[in-house]
């Protein structure tokens, strides 16, 4: 029966399609009026078709009902984080995130009515102390303890190494011994204004000064943690994060170490604005959306006042029950691997990994990762990328609703400011060039609030 119903639906190739849309047009030029290219230099067709591929894709090893709910919260009291965890755990939330801007701490009283066998814990740790990742590895822990740090991506971001060079390596070298782990801040380049092609060539080149300086030999079951930034492009974020993995498991097989990686996803800071703001909670969905279809293990939300207001209880809640609406309401954890076979994401992986590829073998070709943000490159790269961008968004080609398209000239903002929302200027002697987060909307807003 159903052999003879396909029959009835004879198969259509893509040129026939094609054939067909250009009938449709009327004269109209195909390429012009259907295809665009994007920052990336991919061009995207009004169409996939199976027949473009030689072969159906692999399934890939992301399983989409794994991904957890993070809460993300920054140690200024141990008491209060602590009580804060605990309330968040209650409220659903299945991993917490803690941010430690000093070992002044008690780990103990940090974690004092966490159940650590069924709640992973994150430290982002902003100083660098070996012994102290000695103590946090030793927490007893079946659900698992992840340390987060990163020296190269610490450079990048504030134009210095911690200690120096020579130094920071030997600590760092200590705590991946402890761990067998280390992690790469990506969410950085993105933010600051990278196309899709040079996060992920920088990811990798990043990740490779790490896997240059150790001894892969000695550490074959060493594994890494990508921290990434997902944007509002939604089915290039999905893609996005497939690359990631794909490039990945090229660089681990080649130093014979574990392919799998760990991605801890969160929204881009970069397309949030301060006026209109409940609009920040859209983008923030469909960013958390990206970041499950496209295999993230791990996923903390961004607040939607959280470019302007400290840490409140109402925003952190929001920004919670936004993924436990996606994974209990809208089932998000019921299918592995959901974008699989689709032929735009299939088609758009492939060409982010391919030219992240020809970047990256670039770059490792002019001295590497490190060598170039010495010289400026990596930062004048994301610069030129973050001009185009701001360009388009100046011209009204790239929208933000509510603030370059259908502004709300009622909205006062100058009142509800908790926070500094712009680049903050703090001329310090660095030994690089930083690079810098900025928000698409920040001059617009500037001019609005002095017009309050």
Same mark, same amino acid.
């Given at each position: 029966?159903?052999?003879?119903?396909?029959?009835?639906?004879?198969?259509? =190739?893509?040129?026939?399609?094609?054939?067909?849309?250009?009938?449709?047009?009327?004269?109209?030029?195909?390429?012009?009026?259907?295809?665009?290219?994007?920052?990336?230099?991919?061009?995207?067709?009004?169409?996939?078709?199976?027949?473009?591929?030689?072969?159906?894709? *692999?399934?890939?090893?992301?399983?989409?009902?794994?991904?957890?709910?993070?809460?993300?919260?920054?140690?200024?009291?141990? =008491?209060?984080?602590?009580?804060?965890?605990?309330?968040?755990?209650?409220?659903?939330?299945?991993?917490?995130?803690?941010?430690?801007?000093?070992?002044?701490?008690?780990?103990?009283?940090?974690?004092?009515?966490? @159940?650590?066998?069924?709640?992973?814990?994150?430290?982002?740790?902003?100083?660098?102390?070996?012994?102290?990742?000695?103590?946090?590895?030793?927490?007893?822990?079946?659900?698992?303890?992840?340390?987060?740090?990163?020296?190269?991506?610490?450079?990048?971001?504030?134009?210095?190494?911690?200690?120096?060079?020579?130094?920071?390596?030997?600590?760092?070298?200590?705590?991946?011994?402890?761990?067998?782990?280390?992690?790469?801040?990506?969410?950085?380049?993105?933010?600051?204004?990278?196309?899709?092609?040079?996060?992920? !060539?920088?990811?990798?080149?990043? !990740? #490779?000064?790490?896997?240059?300086?150790? #001894?892969?030999?000695?550490?074959?079951?060493?594994?890494?943690?990508?921290?990434?930034?997902?944007?509002?492009?939604?089915?290039? $974020?999905?893609?996005?994060?497939?690359?990631?993995?794909?490039?990945?498991?090229?660089?681990?097989?080649?130093?014979?170490?574990?392919?799998?990686?760990?991605?801890?996803?969160?929204?881009?800071? %970069?397309?949030?604005?301060?006026?209109?703001?409940?609009?920040?909670?859209? %983008?923030?969905?469909?960013?958390?959306?990206?970041?499950? +279809?496209?295999?993230? *293990?791990?996923?903390? @939300?961004? /607040?939607? *006042?959280?470019?302007?207001?400290?840490?409140?209880?109402?925003?952190?809640?929001?920004?919670?029950?936004?993924?436990?609406?996606?994974?209990?309401?809208?089932?998000?954890?019921?299918?592995?691997?959901?974008?699989?076979?689709?032929?735009?994401?299939?088609?758009?992986?492939?060409?982010? /990994?391919?030219?992240?590829?020809?970047?990256?073998? $670039?770059?490792?070709? @002019?001295?590497?990762?490190?060598?170039?943000?010495?010289?400026?490159?990596?930062?004048?790269?994301?610069?030129?990328?973050?001009?185009?961008?701001?360009?388009?968004?100046?011209?009204?080609?790239?929208?933000? +609703?509510?603030?370059?398209?259908?502004? @709300?000239?009622?909205?006062?903002?100058?009142?509800?400011?908790?926070?500094?929302?712009?680049?903050?200027?703090?001329?310090?002697?660095?030994?690089?060039?930083?690079?810098?987060?900025?928000?698409?909307?920040?001059?617009?807003?500037?001019? %609005?609030?002095? *017009?309050?």
């Amino acid at each position: 029966m159903s052999k003879q119903l396909f029959k009835a639906f004879p198969e259509v =190739s893509s040129k026939q399609w094609k054939q067909l849309i250009q009938a449709d047009l009327k004269g109209e030029d195909y390429n012009e009026t259907l295809i665009w290219k994007t920052n990336e230099g991919i061009n995207v067709k009004p169409f996939y078709h199976a027949d473009e591929f030689a072969a159906l894709p *692999d399934i890939t090893a992301s399983k989409a009902t794994q991904w957890n709910i993070c809460q993300t919260i920054f140690v200024a009291s141990v =008491s209060k984080s602590n009580a804060k965890a605990v309330d968040a755990i209650q409220r659903g939330a299945e991993r917490i995130k803690f941010i430690l801007p000093t070992e002044d701490i008690s780990l103990k009283d940090l974690l004092v009515n966490i @159940n650590l066998s069924e709640t992973a814990i994150y430290f982002e740790l902003q100083f660098l102390n070996s012994e102290f990742v000695k103590e946090l590895s030793s927490i007893p822990s079946k659900a698992g303890i992840y340390i987060q740090s990163d020296i190269i991506g610490h450079l990048a971001r504030t134009g210095n190494w911690f200690s120096n060079l020579k130094d920071d390596h030997q600590q760092f070298e200590a705590i991946v011994n402890t761990t067998s782990s280390f992690s790469v801040d990506v969410s950085l380049y993105q933010n600051a204004g990278a196309t899709m092609v040079q996060q992920l !060539a920088y990811a990798m080149a990043h !990740a #490779n000064e790490y896997l240059n300086h150790f #001894n892969t030999n000695e550490k074959q079951d060493i594994k890494v943690i990508f921290n990434v930034a997902v944007g509002t492009n939604y089915f290039f $974020e999905i893609a996005k994060l497939r690359a990631l993995r794909v490039l990945w498991e090229a660089l681990a097989n080649e130093y014979q170490i574990p392919t799998y990686c760990y991605i801890f996803a969160t929204p881009t800071k %970069r397309n949030k604005t301060l006026y209109d703001y409940n609009t920040n909670m859209l %983008r923030t969905t469909t960013e958390c959306m990206s970041a499950v +279809l496209g295999g993230a *293990d791990t996923i903390c @939300n961004l /607040a939607y *006042d959280a470019i302007y207001h400290k840490d409140n209880e109402f925003g952190e809640r929001i920004s919670r029950n936004q993924l436990l609406v996606l994974k209990h309401e809208s089932y998000f954890d019921k299918v592995n691997n959901p974008s699989d076979g689709a032929y735009y994401i299939e088609s758009i992986t492939t060409q982010l /990994a391919e030219k992240a590829l020809t970047l990256f073998k $670039e770059i490792e070709a @002019n001295g590497g990762f490190l060598h170039q943000l010495k010289e400026g490159l990596i930062q004048r790269k994301i610069k030129e990328s973050a001009a185009k961008e701001q360009e388009q968004f100046n011209s009204g080609e790239d929208i933000l +609703l509510g603030t370059n398209k259908h502004p @709300n000239p009622k909205d006062k903002m100058k009142h509800e400011l908790e926070l500094y929302p712009f680049v903050k200027t703090n001329p310090v002697k660095t030994l690089i060039e930083p690079i810098i987060e900025k928000r698409l909307a920040e001059t617009i807003e500037q001019k %609005r609030l002095e *017009d309050e």
